[in-house]
């Protein structure tokens, strides 16, 4: 039996699903284990998915790992789950564990690990079925170098899993992949209104690494290379009220893949009509065009200026966020935001709120999104967040022995 491999055009499809009515336009860019791109954690969930430079906390490793010489607790571990793309199917989960641990002053070690399944799914004969999954395994060192500036590197081994190979079928097999985060984050102060406010900005490089193939490198996708630059100011109003504003700019470094428009101008009038559905043809074009020849690291300087239609489209790619945090005394905490993508791009445009506990040794957080483009799959996700905090654990241990 052929393989089944349609999971990662279904991913593709069902995030930019509510760009339908702009499909003649529709120009998303393609990548390979879109579990990556996914934010696994509720915190940055319900603010509009931002964390470059939001006020560091354990699941920093997705976001920045250069926050975490900044994390006032030596350590912390969170566990995150989000049911996915529940519009659309009740099986797909992507679950995650995140901790770290800070080496004196000045440095810290990180890492996480995430499972993304996507259910059970069945062959065409319906005699079969099998579990496609991805997951990834990251380790990070981090660095404060003054007062208020840090850097980050991170490793990650990549493995996914996503086609039926019955007996005999060897055609595709699982693909694993190597990648790197580059982190940067600065968090200083400055006086507003006479309150004493926190001014941060991060930059985060992330999955810079090799490509991933399910063909013995036949084919090869690009990994989702990612640009993440953001800002935020926590302004403390009181001694126990405090407002945090961010924002992130966001942008995949990968090439954008030509279109079959431009295939098919390439041809004779008198054929286009006839080739436009021809998809074998249009592939070959671009093996032929080099498209999956580039190499990750011309790639990322390519993604920067080969969109069809030129800046305009290049400044389509960016994907922006806001969102804003209050908090009560450090233990009860509000959020909401709001994350745009553009339509040619995927249009996953939605707002999201948020709220939080937090006592000595653990926090708890819920985010929920809401769509504002029609038909979006994303809409009504749900994250869940629990993390402790090992010095807080520690603190109490050590209090019953001493009783």
């Not at 934010?39 to 250069?66: C, K, L």
């Not at 084919?219 to 126990?240: C, I």
């Not at 069809?308 to 450090?330: D, T």
């Not at 509000?334 to 745009?340: A, D, E, P």
């Amino acid at each position: 039996m052929k393989k089944t491999l349609f999971i990662l055009t279904f991913l593709v499809l069902a995030l930019s699903a509510s760009a339908q009515d702009v499909k003649n336009q529709l120009n998303p860019v393609y990548h390979g284990v879109t579990s990556l791109a996914i934010a696994p954690d509720a915190r940055a969930g319900g603010m509009g998915d931002i964390g470059a430079a939001t006020d560091p906390d354990v699941n920093s490793q997705y976001w920045n790992p250069a926050k975490y010489p900044f994390c006032i607790s030596r350590s912390g571990v969170s566990l995150n789950y989000t049911p996915w793309l529940r519009q659309l199917v009740n099986d797909i989960d992507l679950a995650n564990i995140t901790g770290y641990y800070r080496l004196g002053d000045y440095d810290a070690l990180s890492g996480s690990l995430r499972y993304f399944s996507l259910g059970e799914v069945w062959t065409e004969d319906e005699t079969t079925s099998f579990k496609p999954y991805e997951m990834a395994v990251d380790l990070a060192y981090s660095r404060m170098l003054s007062e208020t500036f840090s850097a980050g590197v991170a490793l990650r081994y990549i493995y996914s899993d996503l086609a039926y190979r019955g007996e005999g079928d060897d055609e595709m097999r699982p693909g694993s992949a190597f990648a790197a985060d580059i982190a940067l984050y600065h968090n200083g102060y400055l006086n507003l209104g006479g309150h004493e406010s926190q001014l941060g900005w991060g930059l985060n490089v992330s999955n810079i690494g090799s490509k991933i193939s399910y063909d013995e490198g036949n084919t090869s996708e690009f990994l989702p290379t990612n640009l993440r630059l953001g800002a935020s100011l926590l302004v403390p109003f009181d001694e126990y009220n405090t407002l945090t504003i961010a924002a992130d700019a966001n942008k995949l470094l990968v090439p954008t893949r030509p279109t079959m428009e431009q295939y098919l101008a390439t041809l004779p009038e008198d054929q286009r009509e006839l080739e436009k559905e021809n998809y074998g043809a249009y592939r070959t074009w671009l093996e032929g065009e080099g498209y999956y020849n580039v190499s990750p690291i011309s790639g990322i300087f390519k993604s920067f200026h080969d969109a069809p239609n030129g800046a305009k489209e290049e400044f389509q790619e960016i994907q922006w966020s806001v969102g804003l945090e209050y908090a009560y005394n450090n233990q009860f905490f509000l959020r909401g935001g709001y994350h745009y993508e553009h339509p040619n791009k995927g249009n996953r445009q939605y707002y999201t709120v948020g709220a939080g506990f937090k006592m000595n040794v653990f926090s708890l957080d819920a985010s929920y999104v809401i769509s504002t483009a029609q038909s979006n799959p994303l809409d009504q996700t749900l994250r869940f967040s629990l993390a402790f905090d090992m010095d807080g654990i520690g603190d109490l241990l050590g209090k019953k022995r001493r009783r």
